[in-house]
């Protein structure tokens, strides 16, 4: 049995999700329903990290109890699967699900059993909004380059996992290509630090630092789990790697791709920490790992702690699910940052969802009643001057796929965009209203029909992008048992913009759908 595993990243929960990690979800799921929709067996994984010192710090911070704090907040991220749609199989949370604390225990056990954990005294200076250790000369002016805070000094004995010794293996497995990194930046950016010298990283902190919140070293009840350790492992231990069997041969040890995406802030950890990990444990490392820029909100990093967020769920709420998914796929370069603006994704739904493919199919139906009744047209073969339409609708189902294989979802919906445009300019040459009123009923059936040909495509090509508006497509191009479309209706409404600058005041964000 063969298949692919898709991942997000399992936010900390110490904030409610931010659009940043919407994106995530949105991609992956997009990766996830095409390759369903091509008969490929999938699993699409995301979940939270609970165990984290920030959840901690902010739940003391709140005056909540770490429980509450981490429920309230995780359940906000997991609930995203509603508003955007995203059809997960599976979500992990590393402090509550059952399969987690035994699998990271049995993944430490089995990284213990190669040679690779060891105690040692260390001293060094630790960011908790990273939740990592820095060397001096990381730092900016002494300060966190990520947070601008001063890190902590830490000085304990902690559990160490012997890192240096995989660099050899890490590299190898990079340049041959088993394990790919994309974009080339980020590849090249794992090679240099590889190259750079890989140094054994703490694995544990005293269970005091920890304030007791995380899971205990097997063996070792004063130290905790190292968080990225425990995290990382969630990739595992959601295929119940702690008792082995079905799930993790089916989708990892099996699996034809293990395909991980990130933010490129956690690559090092994912790309560097996580393969050197399973080559430890005697796993398989994952076959794909794709990288994804920063949002910014009008130019401002959009993250959890810099308090300049966009709510996901008050834009879905105010612009509706397929508006939100259209932006992230539309407008975000492959890899790269990008800046949102509601009038970005406003201008972008009305544009192209409402104006192109909303109003083409609206033509296309209508006129396939006006003119035929309502029946759909079957032949298509002398359709006048059609060859720039038929080659956006022969040549997509290619550039989809190979858009898809580079995690170029711009790309992969641009392909979409082309036929609903050659659509409408097709519409406008053909003139079949003209065509009607001349009584040339051959050409403009073959028209009519090349028009439905057209929709039908783009809402099958859509699933995977909007399933939402994409049903809807293909709901009113299909027939009924009489050969006969749906009356038309407006499947993809206008936006009407909010009457005030709302730009970055997110909780205060209106809108209403015209119907
Ligand atoms: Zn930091």
Redesign the pocket.
């Known amino acids: 049995m063969t298949g692919t595993y898709i991942t997000t990243t399992i936010p900390y929960v110490n904030a409610r999700p931010h659009l940043g990690f919407a994106l995530e979800l949105v991609q992956a799921d997009v990766l996830a329903r095409y390759r369903r929709g091509n008969g490929e067996q999938v699993r699409f994984q995301t979940g939270t990290d609970d165990n984290s010192l920030k959840n901690v710090l902010a739940a003391q911070a709140a005056g909540v109890g770490v429980r509450e704090f981490v429920d309230a907040n995780a359940a906000a991220f997991t609930g995203l699967a509603e508003p955007l749609n995203l059809s997960v199989d599976d979500l992990i949370r590393t402090s509550s699900d059952p399969r987690h604390k035994e699998g990271v225990e049995r993944f430490w056990k089995a990284c213990a059993a190669s040679g690779d954990l060891y105690r040692k005294h260390y001293e060094g200076l630790y960011?908790?909004?990273?939740e990592?250790f820095y060397a001096s000369a990381e730092l900016a002016d002494g300060r966190?380059?990520?947070?601008g805070?001063v890190?902590d000094l830490v000085s304990e004995e902690n559990w160490f996992f012997r890192l240096s010794r995989y660099a050899g293996q890490l590299r190898d497995l990079i340049q041959d290509g088993s394990l790919r990194i994309e974009p080339a930046e980020r590849r090249n950016e794992v090679l240099g630090l590889i190259d750079g010298g890989l140094e054994d990283f703490s694995v544990s902190r005293g269970i005091e630092r920890a304030h007791g919140w995380g899971i205990p070293v097997p063996g070792d009840p004063n130290q905790v789990i190292y968080v990225w350790w425990d995290a990382l492992g969630n990739y595992l231990t959601a295929l119940d790697y702690a008792v082995g069997g079905e799930n993790l041969d089916r989708w990892w040890t099996g699996a034809t791709r293990r395909v991980h995406l990130l933010g490129k802030g956690v690559l090092r950890f994912h790309a560097v920490y996580w393969p050197a990990m399973l080559l430890s444990a005697g796993q398989a490392v994952p076959t794909d790992i794709f990288v994804h820029g920063y949002l910014t909100e009008n130019g401002r990093k959009i993250s959890k702690s810099s308090g300049a967020t966009v709510d996901p769920y008050a834009l879905v709420a105010s612009y509706g699910t397929d508006a939100v998914r259209w932006w992230l796929l539309r407008e975000v370069p492959r890899g790269a940052d990008a800046d949102f603006t509601v009038e970005r994704l406003i201008g972008r739904a009305n544009d192209e969802l409402a104006n192109g493919i909303g109003n083409l199919v609206n033509r296309v139906v209508t006129m396939i009643h006006r003119y035929r009744a309502g029946r759909a047209p079957a032949d298509r073969a002398s359709a006048p001057d059609s060859e720039a339409l038929d080659s956006a609708v022969r040549n997509a189902p290619g550039l989809i796929a190979g858009a898809l294989e580079d995690f170029d979802f711009r790309r992969a919906t641009e392909a979409v965009w082309q036929i609903a445009d050659e659509a409408n300019r097709y519409v406008n040459r053909a003139r079949p209203w003209e065509l009607a009123k001349a009584g040339d009923s051959a050409t403009l059936d073959a028209v009519l029909s090349a028009l439905l040909l057209a929709c039908q495509a783009i809402g099958a090509h859509l699933a995977a992008f909007l399933p939402d508006a994409a049903a809807r497509i293909t709901g009113q191009c299909a027939t009924d048992e009489a050969g006969l479309l749906p009356e038309p209706a407006r499947l993809l409404p206008r936006i009407v913009p909010p009457l005030q600058d709302h730009s970055g005041a997110s909780g205060h964000l209106s809108a209403r759908a015209l119907h």
């Open positions: 960011c908790v909004g990273c990592q966190c380059p990520d947070h805070t890190p």
